[in-house]
């Protein structure tokens, strides 16, 4: 292993210089020549810092804790993980991720990770909703993905579910549907409600009359598929914006049976972008894709801008589906998700 006593005499310098320089405290103490000539002889022979060594000198670890509810086990964990992975890659820290399914698992991991001297925590739900963050997490860097604390103090990112709703039914005016329906979710959800909200926001800019009976909330299997039934044919929409991918496969089959053509006779637009439904539905289904990627990013960057007391200013952003929101985004951060484009909208 080089050392940076090699590293010194092959430099003409000393060891401190040397240690200035490799730990990024050079600025202001270093000649820049110096500092440089340094990097190029650490580069040459192969120097690796020793992050224990480097753990001990600043009282960091340069670990990250990633706390899921049942994050890990849905469809779309691997977004989130991944982003945030990349991030923390980036940015010269470790994720170490836990998968937590009631308070005691989740007091357990969380006492699992503090005993490595984890710098911070990325604490995340499963849907976005409004959370009470455990006492233990209290003093630590934190910033929570997918979720808002009750007190709407600590820093969060989620996607913006009012822009959701009213992006996929703009869509859906633009196609020139005239009579369109909601086809919601009976959980009390914050998508719910903001998409909901986005819907009727929508309606109202195109010049269009809101009416309750073109919104019918579903759970899921036989009672949704008779709910989505009845509302064609008490109303006949023309455009249908659904809560989610998985109730506009609802949609497709009720068209089917009444012998309508999605995309022609009626337009379909859903969220989440899941590929089981919005790339395997004839025609495929024009959807709103949810920023995984993007919440797992920026909450790793904003979580090491708060460790490490830096703006991120100078950070070269990954290209994303849908644009991150500035690192000092207000509480919560909404990610403006981006509308994806197939054949369901006529």
């Known amino acids: 292993m080089v050392t940076m006593k090699e590293i010194a005499n092959k430099a003409g310098v000393s060891v401190s210089t040397v240690s200035l320089v490799l730990n990024g405290r050079d600025e202001g103490r270093v000649k820049s020549k110096i500092a440089d000539n340094v990097r190029a002889i650490a580069t040459k022979l192969g120097y690796q810092s020793n992050p224990l060594a480097s753990s001990l000198r600043t009282g960091r670890t340069h670990i990250l804790g990633f706390i899921s509810e049942e994050v890990a086990t849905t469809p779309y964990a691997g977004g989130m993980i991944l982003g945030a992975q990349t991030a923390a890659s980036q940015f010269g820290y470790m994720l170490i991720t836990v998968s937590t399914d009631g308070e005691n698992s989740e007091s357990e991991e969380i006492a699992a990770l503090k005993r490595y001297g984890t710098d911070g925590f990325l604490y995340a739900k499963m849907s976005n909703r409004i959370t009470h963050v455990p006492s233990s997490l209290a003093k630590t860097p934190l910033v929570l993905v997918d979720a808002t604390d009750s007190l709407g103090k600590i820093p969060s990112v989620e996607p913006d579910e009012f822009q959701i709703g009213y992006d996929a039914t703009t869509r859906l005016v633009k196609a020139g549907c005239a009579r369109i329906a909601y086809v919601g979710c009976l959980e009390p959800l914050i998508a719910q409600d903001d998409r909901l909200e ?12 809101y009416d309750d009976h073109l919104v019918v909330n579903v759970l899921n299997n036989g009672p949704a598929l008779t709910a989505v039934s009845d509302l064609f044919d008490a109303e006949h929409p023309d455009g249908f914006f659904c809560f989610n991918d998985a109730r506009a496969w609802y949609v497709y089959e009720c068209a089917a049976r009444r012998g309508l053509t999605v995309g022609k006779d009626i337009s379909v ?6 590929r089981v439904f919005a790339e395997t539905l004839e025609p495929m289904l024009t959807t709103v894709e949810l920023p995984h990627f993007e919440m797992g990013y920026w909450a790793v960057a904003k979580l090491v801008s708060i460790i490490e007391g830096r703006s991120m200013d ?7 589906t849908a644009p991150l929101p500035p690192i000092d985004a207000p509480i919560p951060a909404k990610i403006h998700c981006t509308l ?3 054949t369901s909208v006529k």
Do not use: F
Request: proline share 4%; hydrophobic share 40%.
């Open 198 to 209: 986005g819907y009727q926001a929508a309606l109202r800019d195109a010049g269009l009359d």
């Open 269 to 274: 637009v859903g969220v989440d972008n899941h």
């Open 314 to 320: 100078d950070v070269s952003w990954p290209a994303t």
């Open 340 to 342: 994806i484009e197939k």
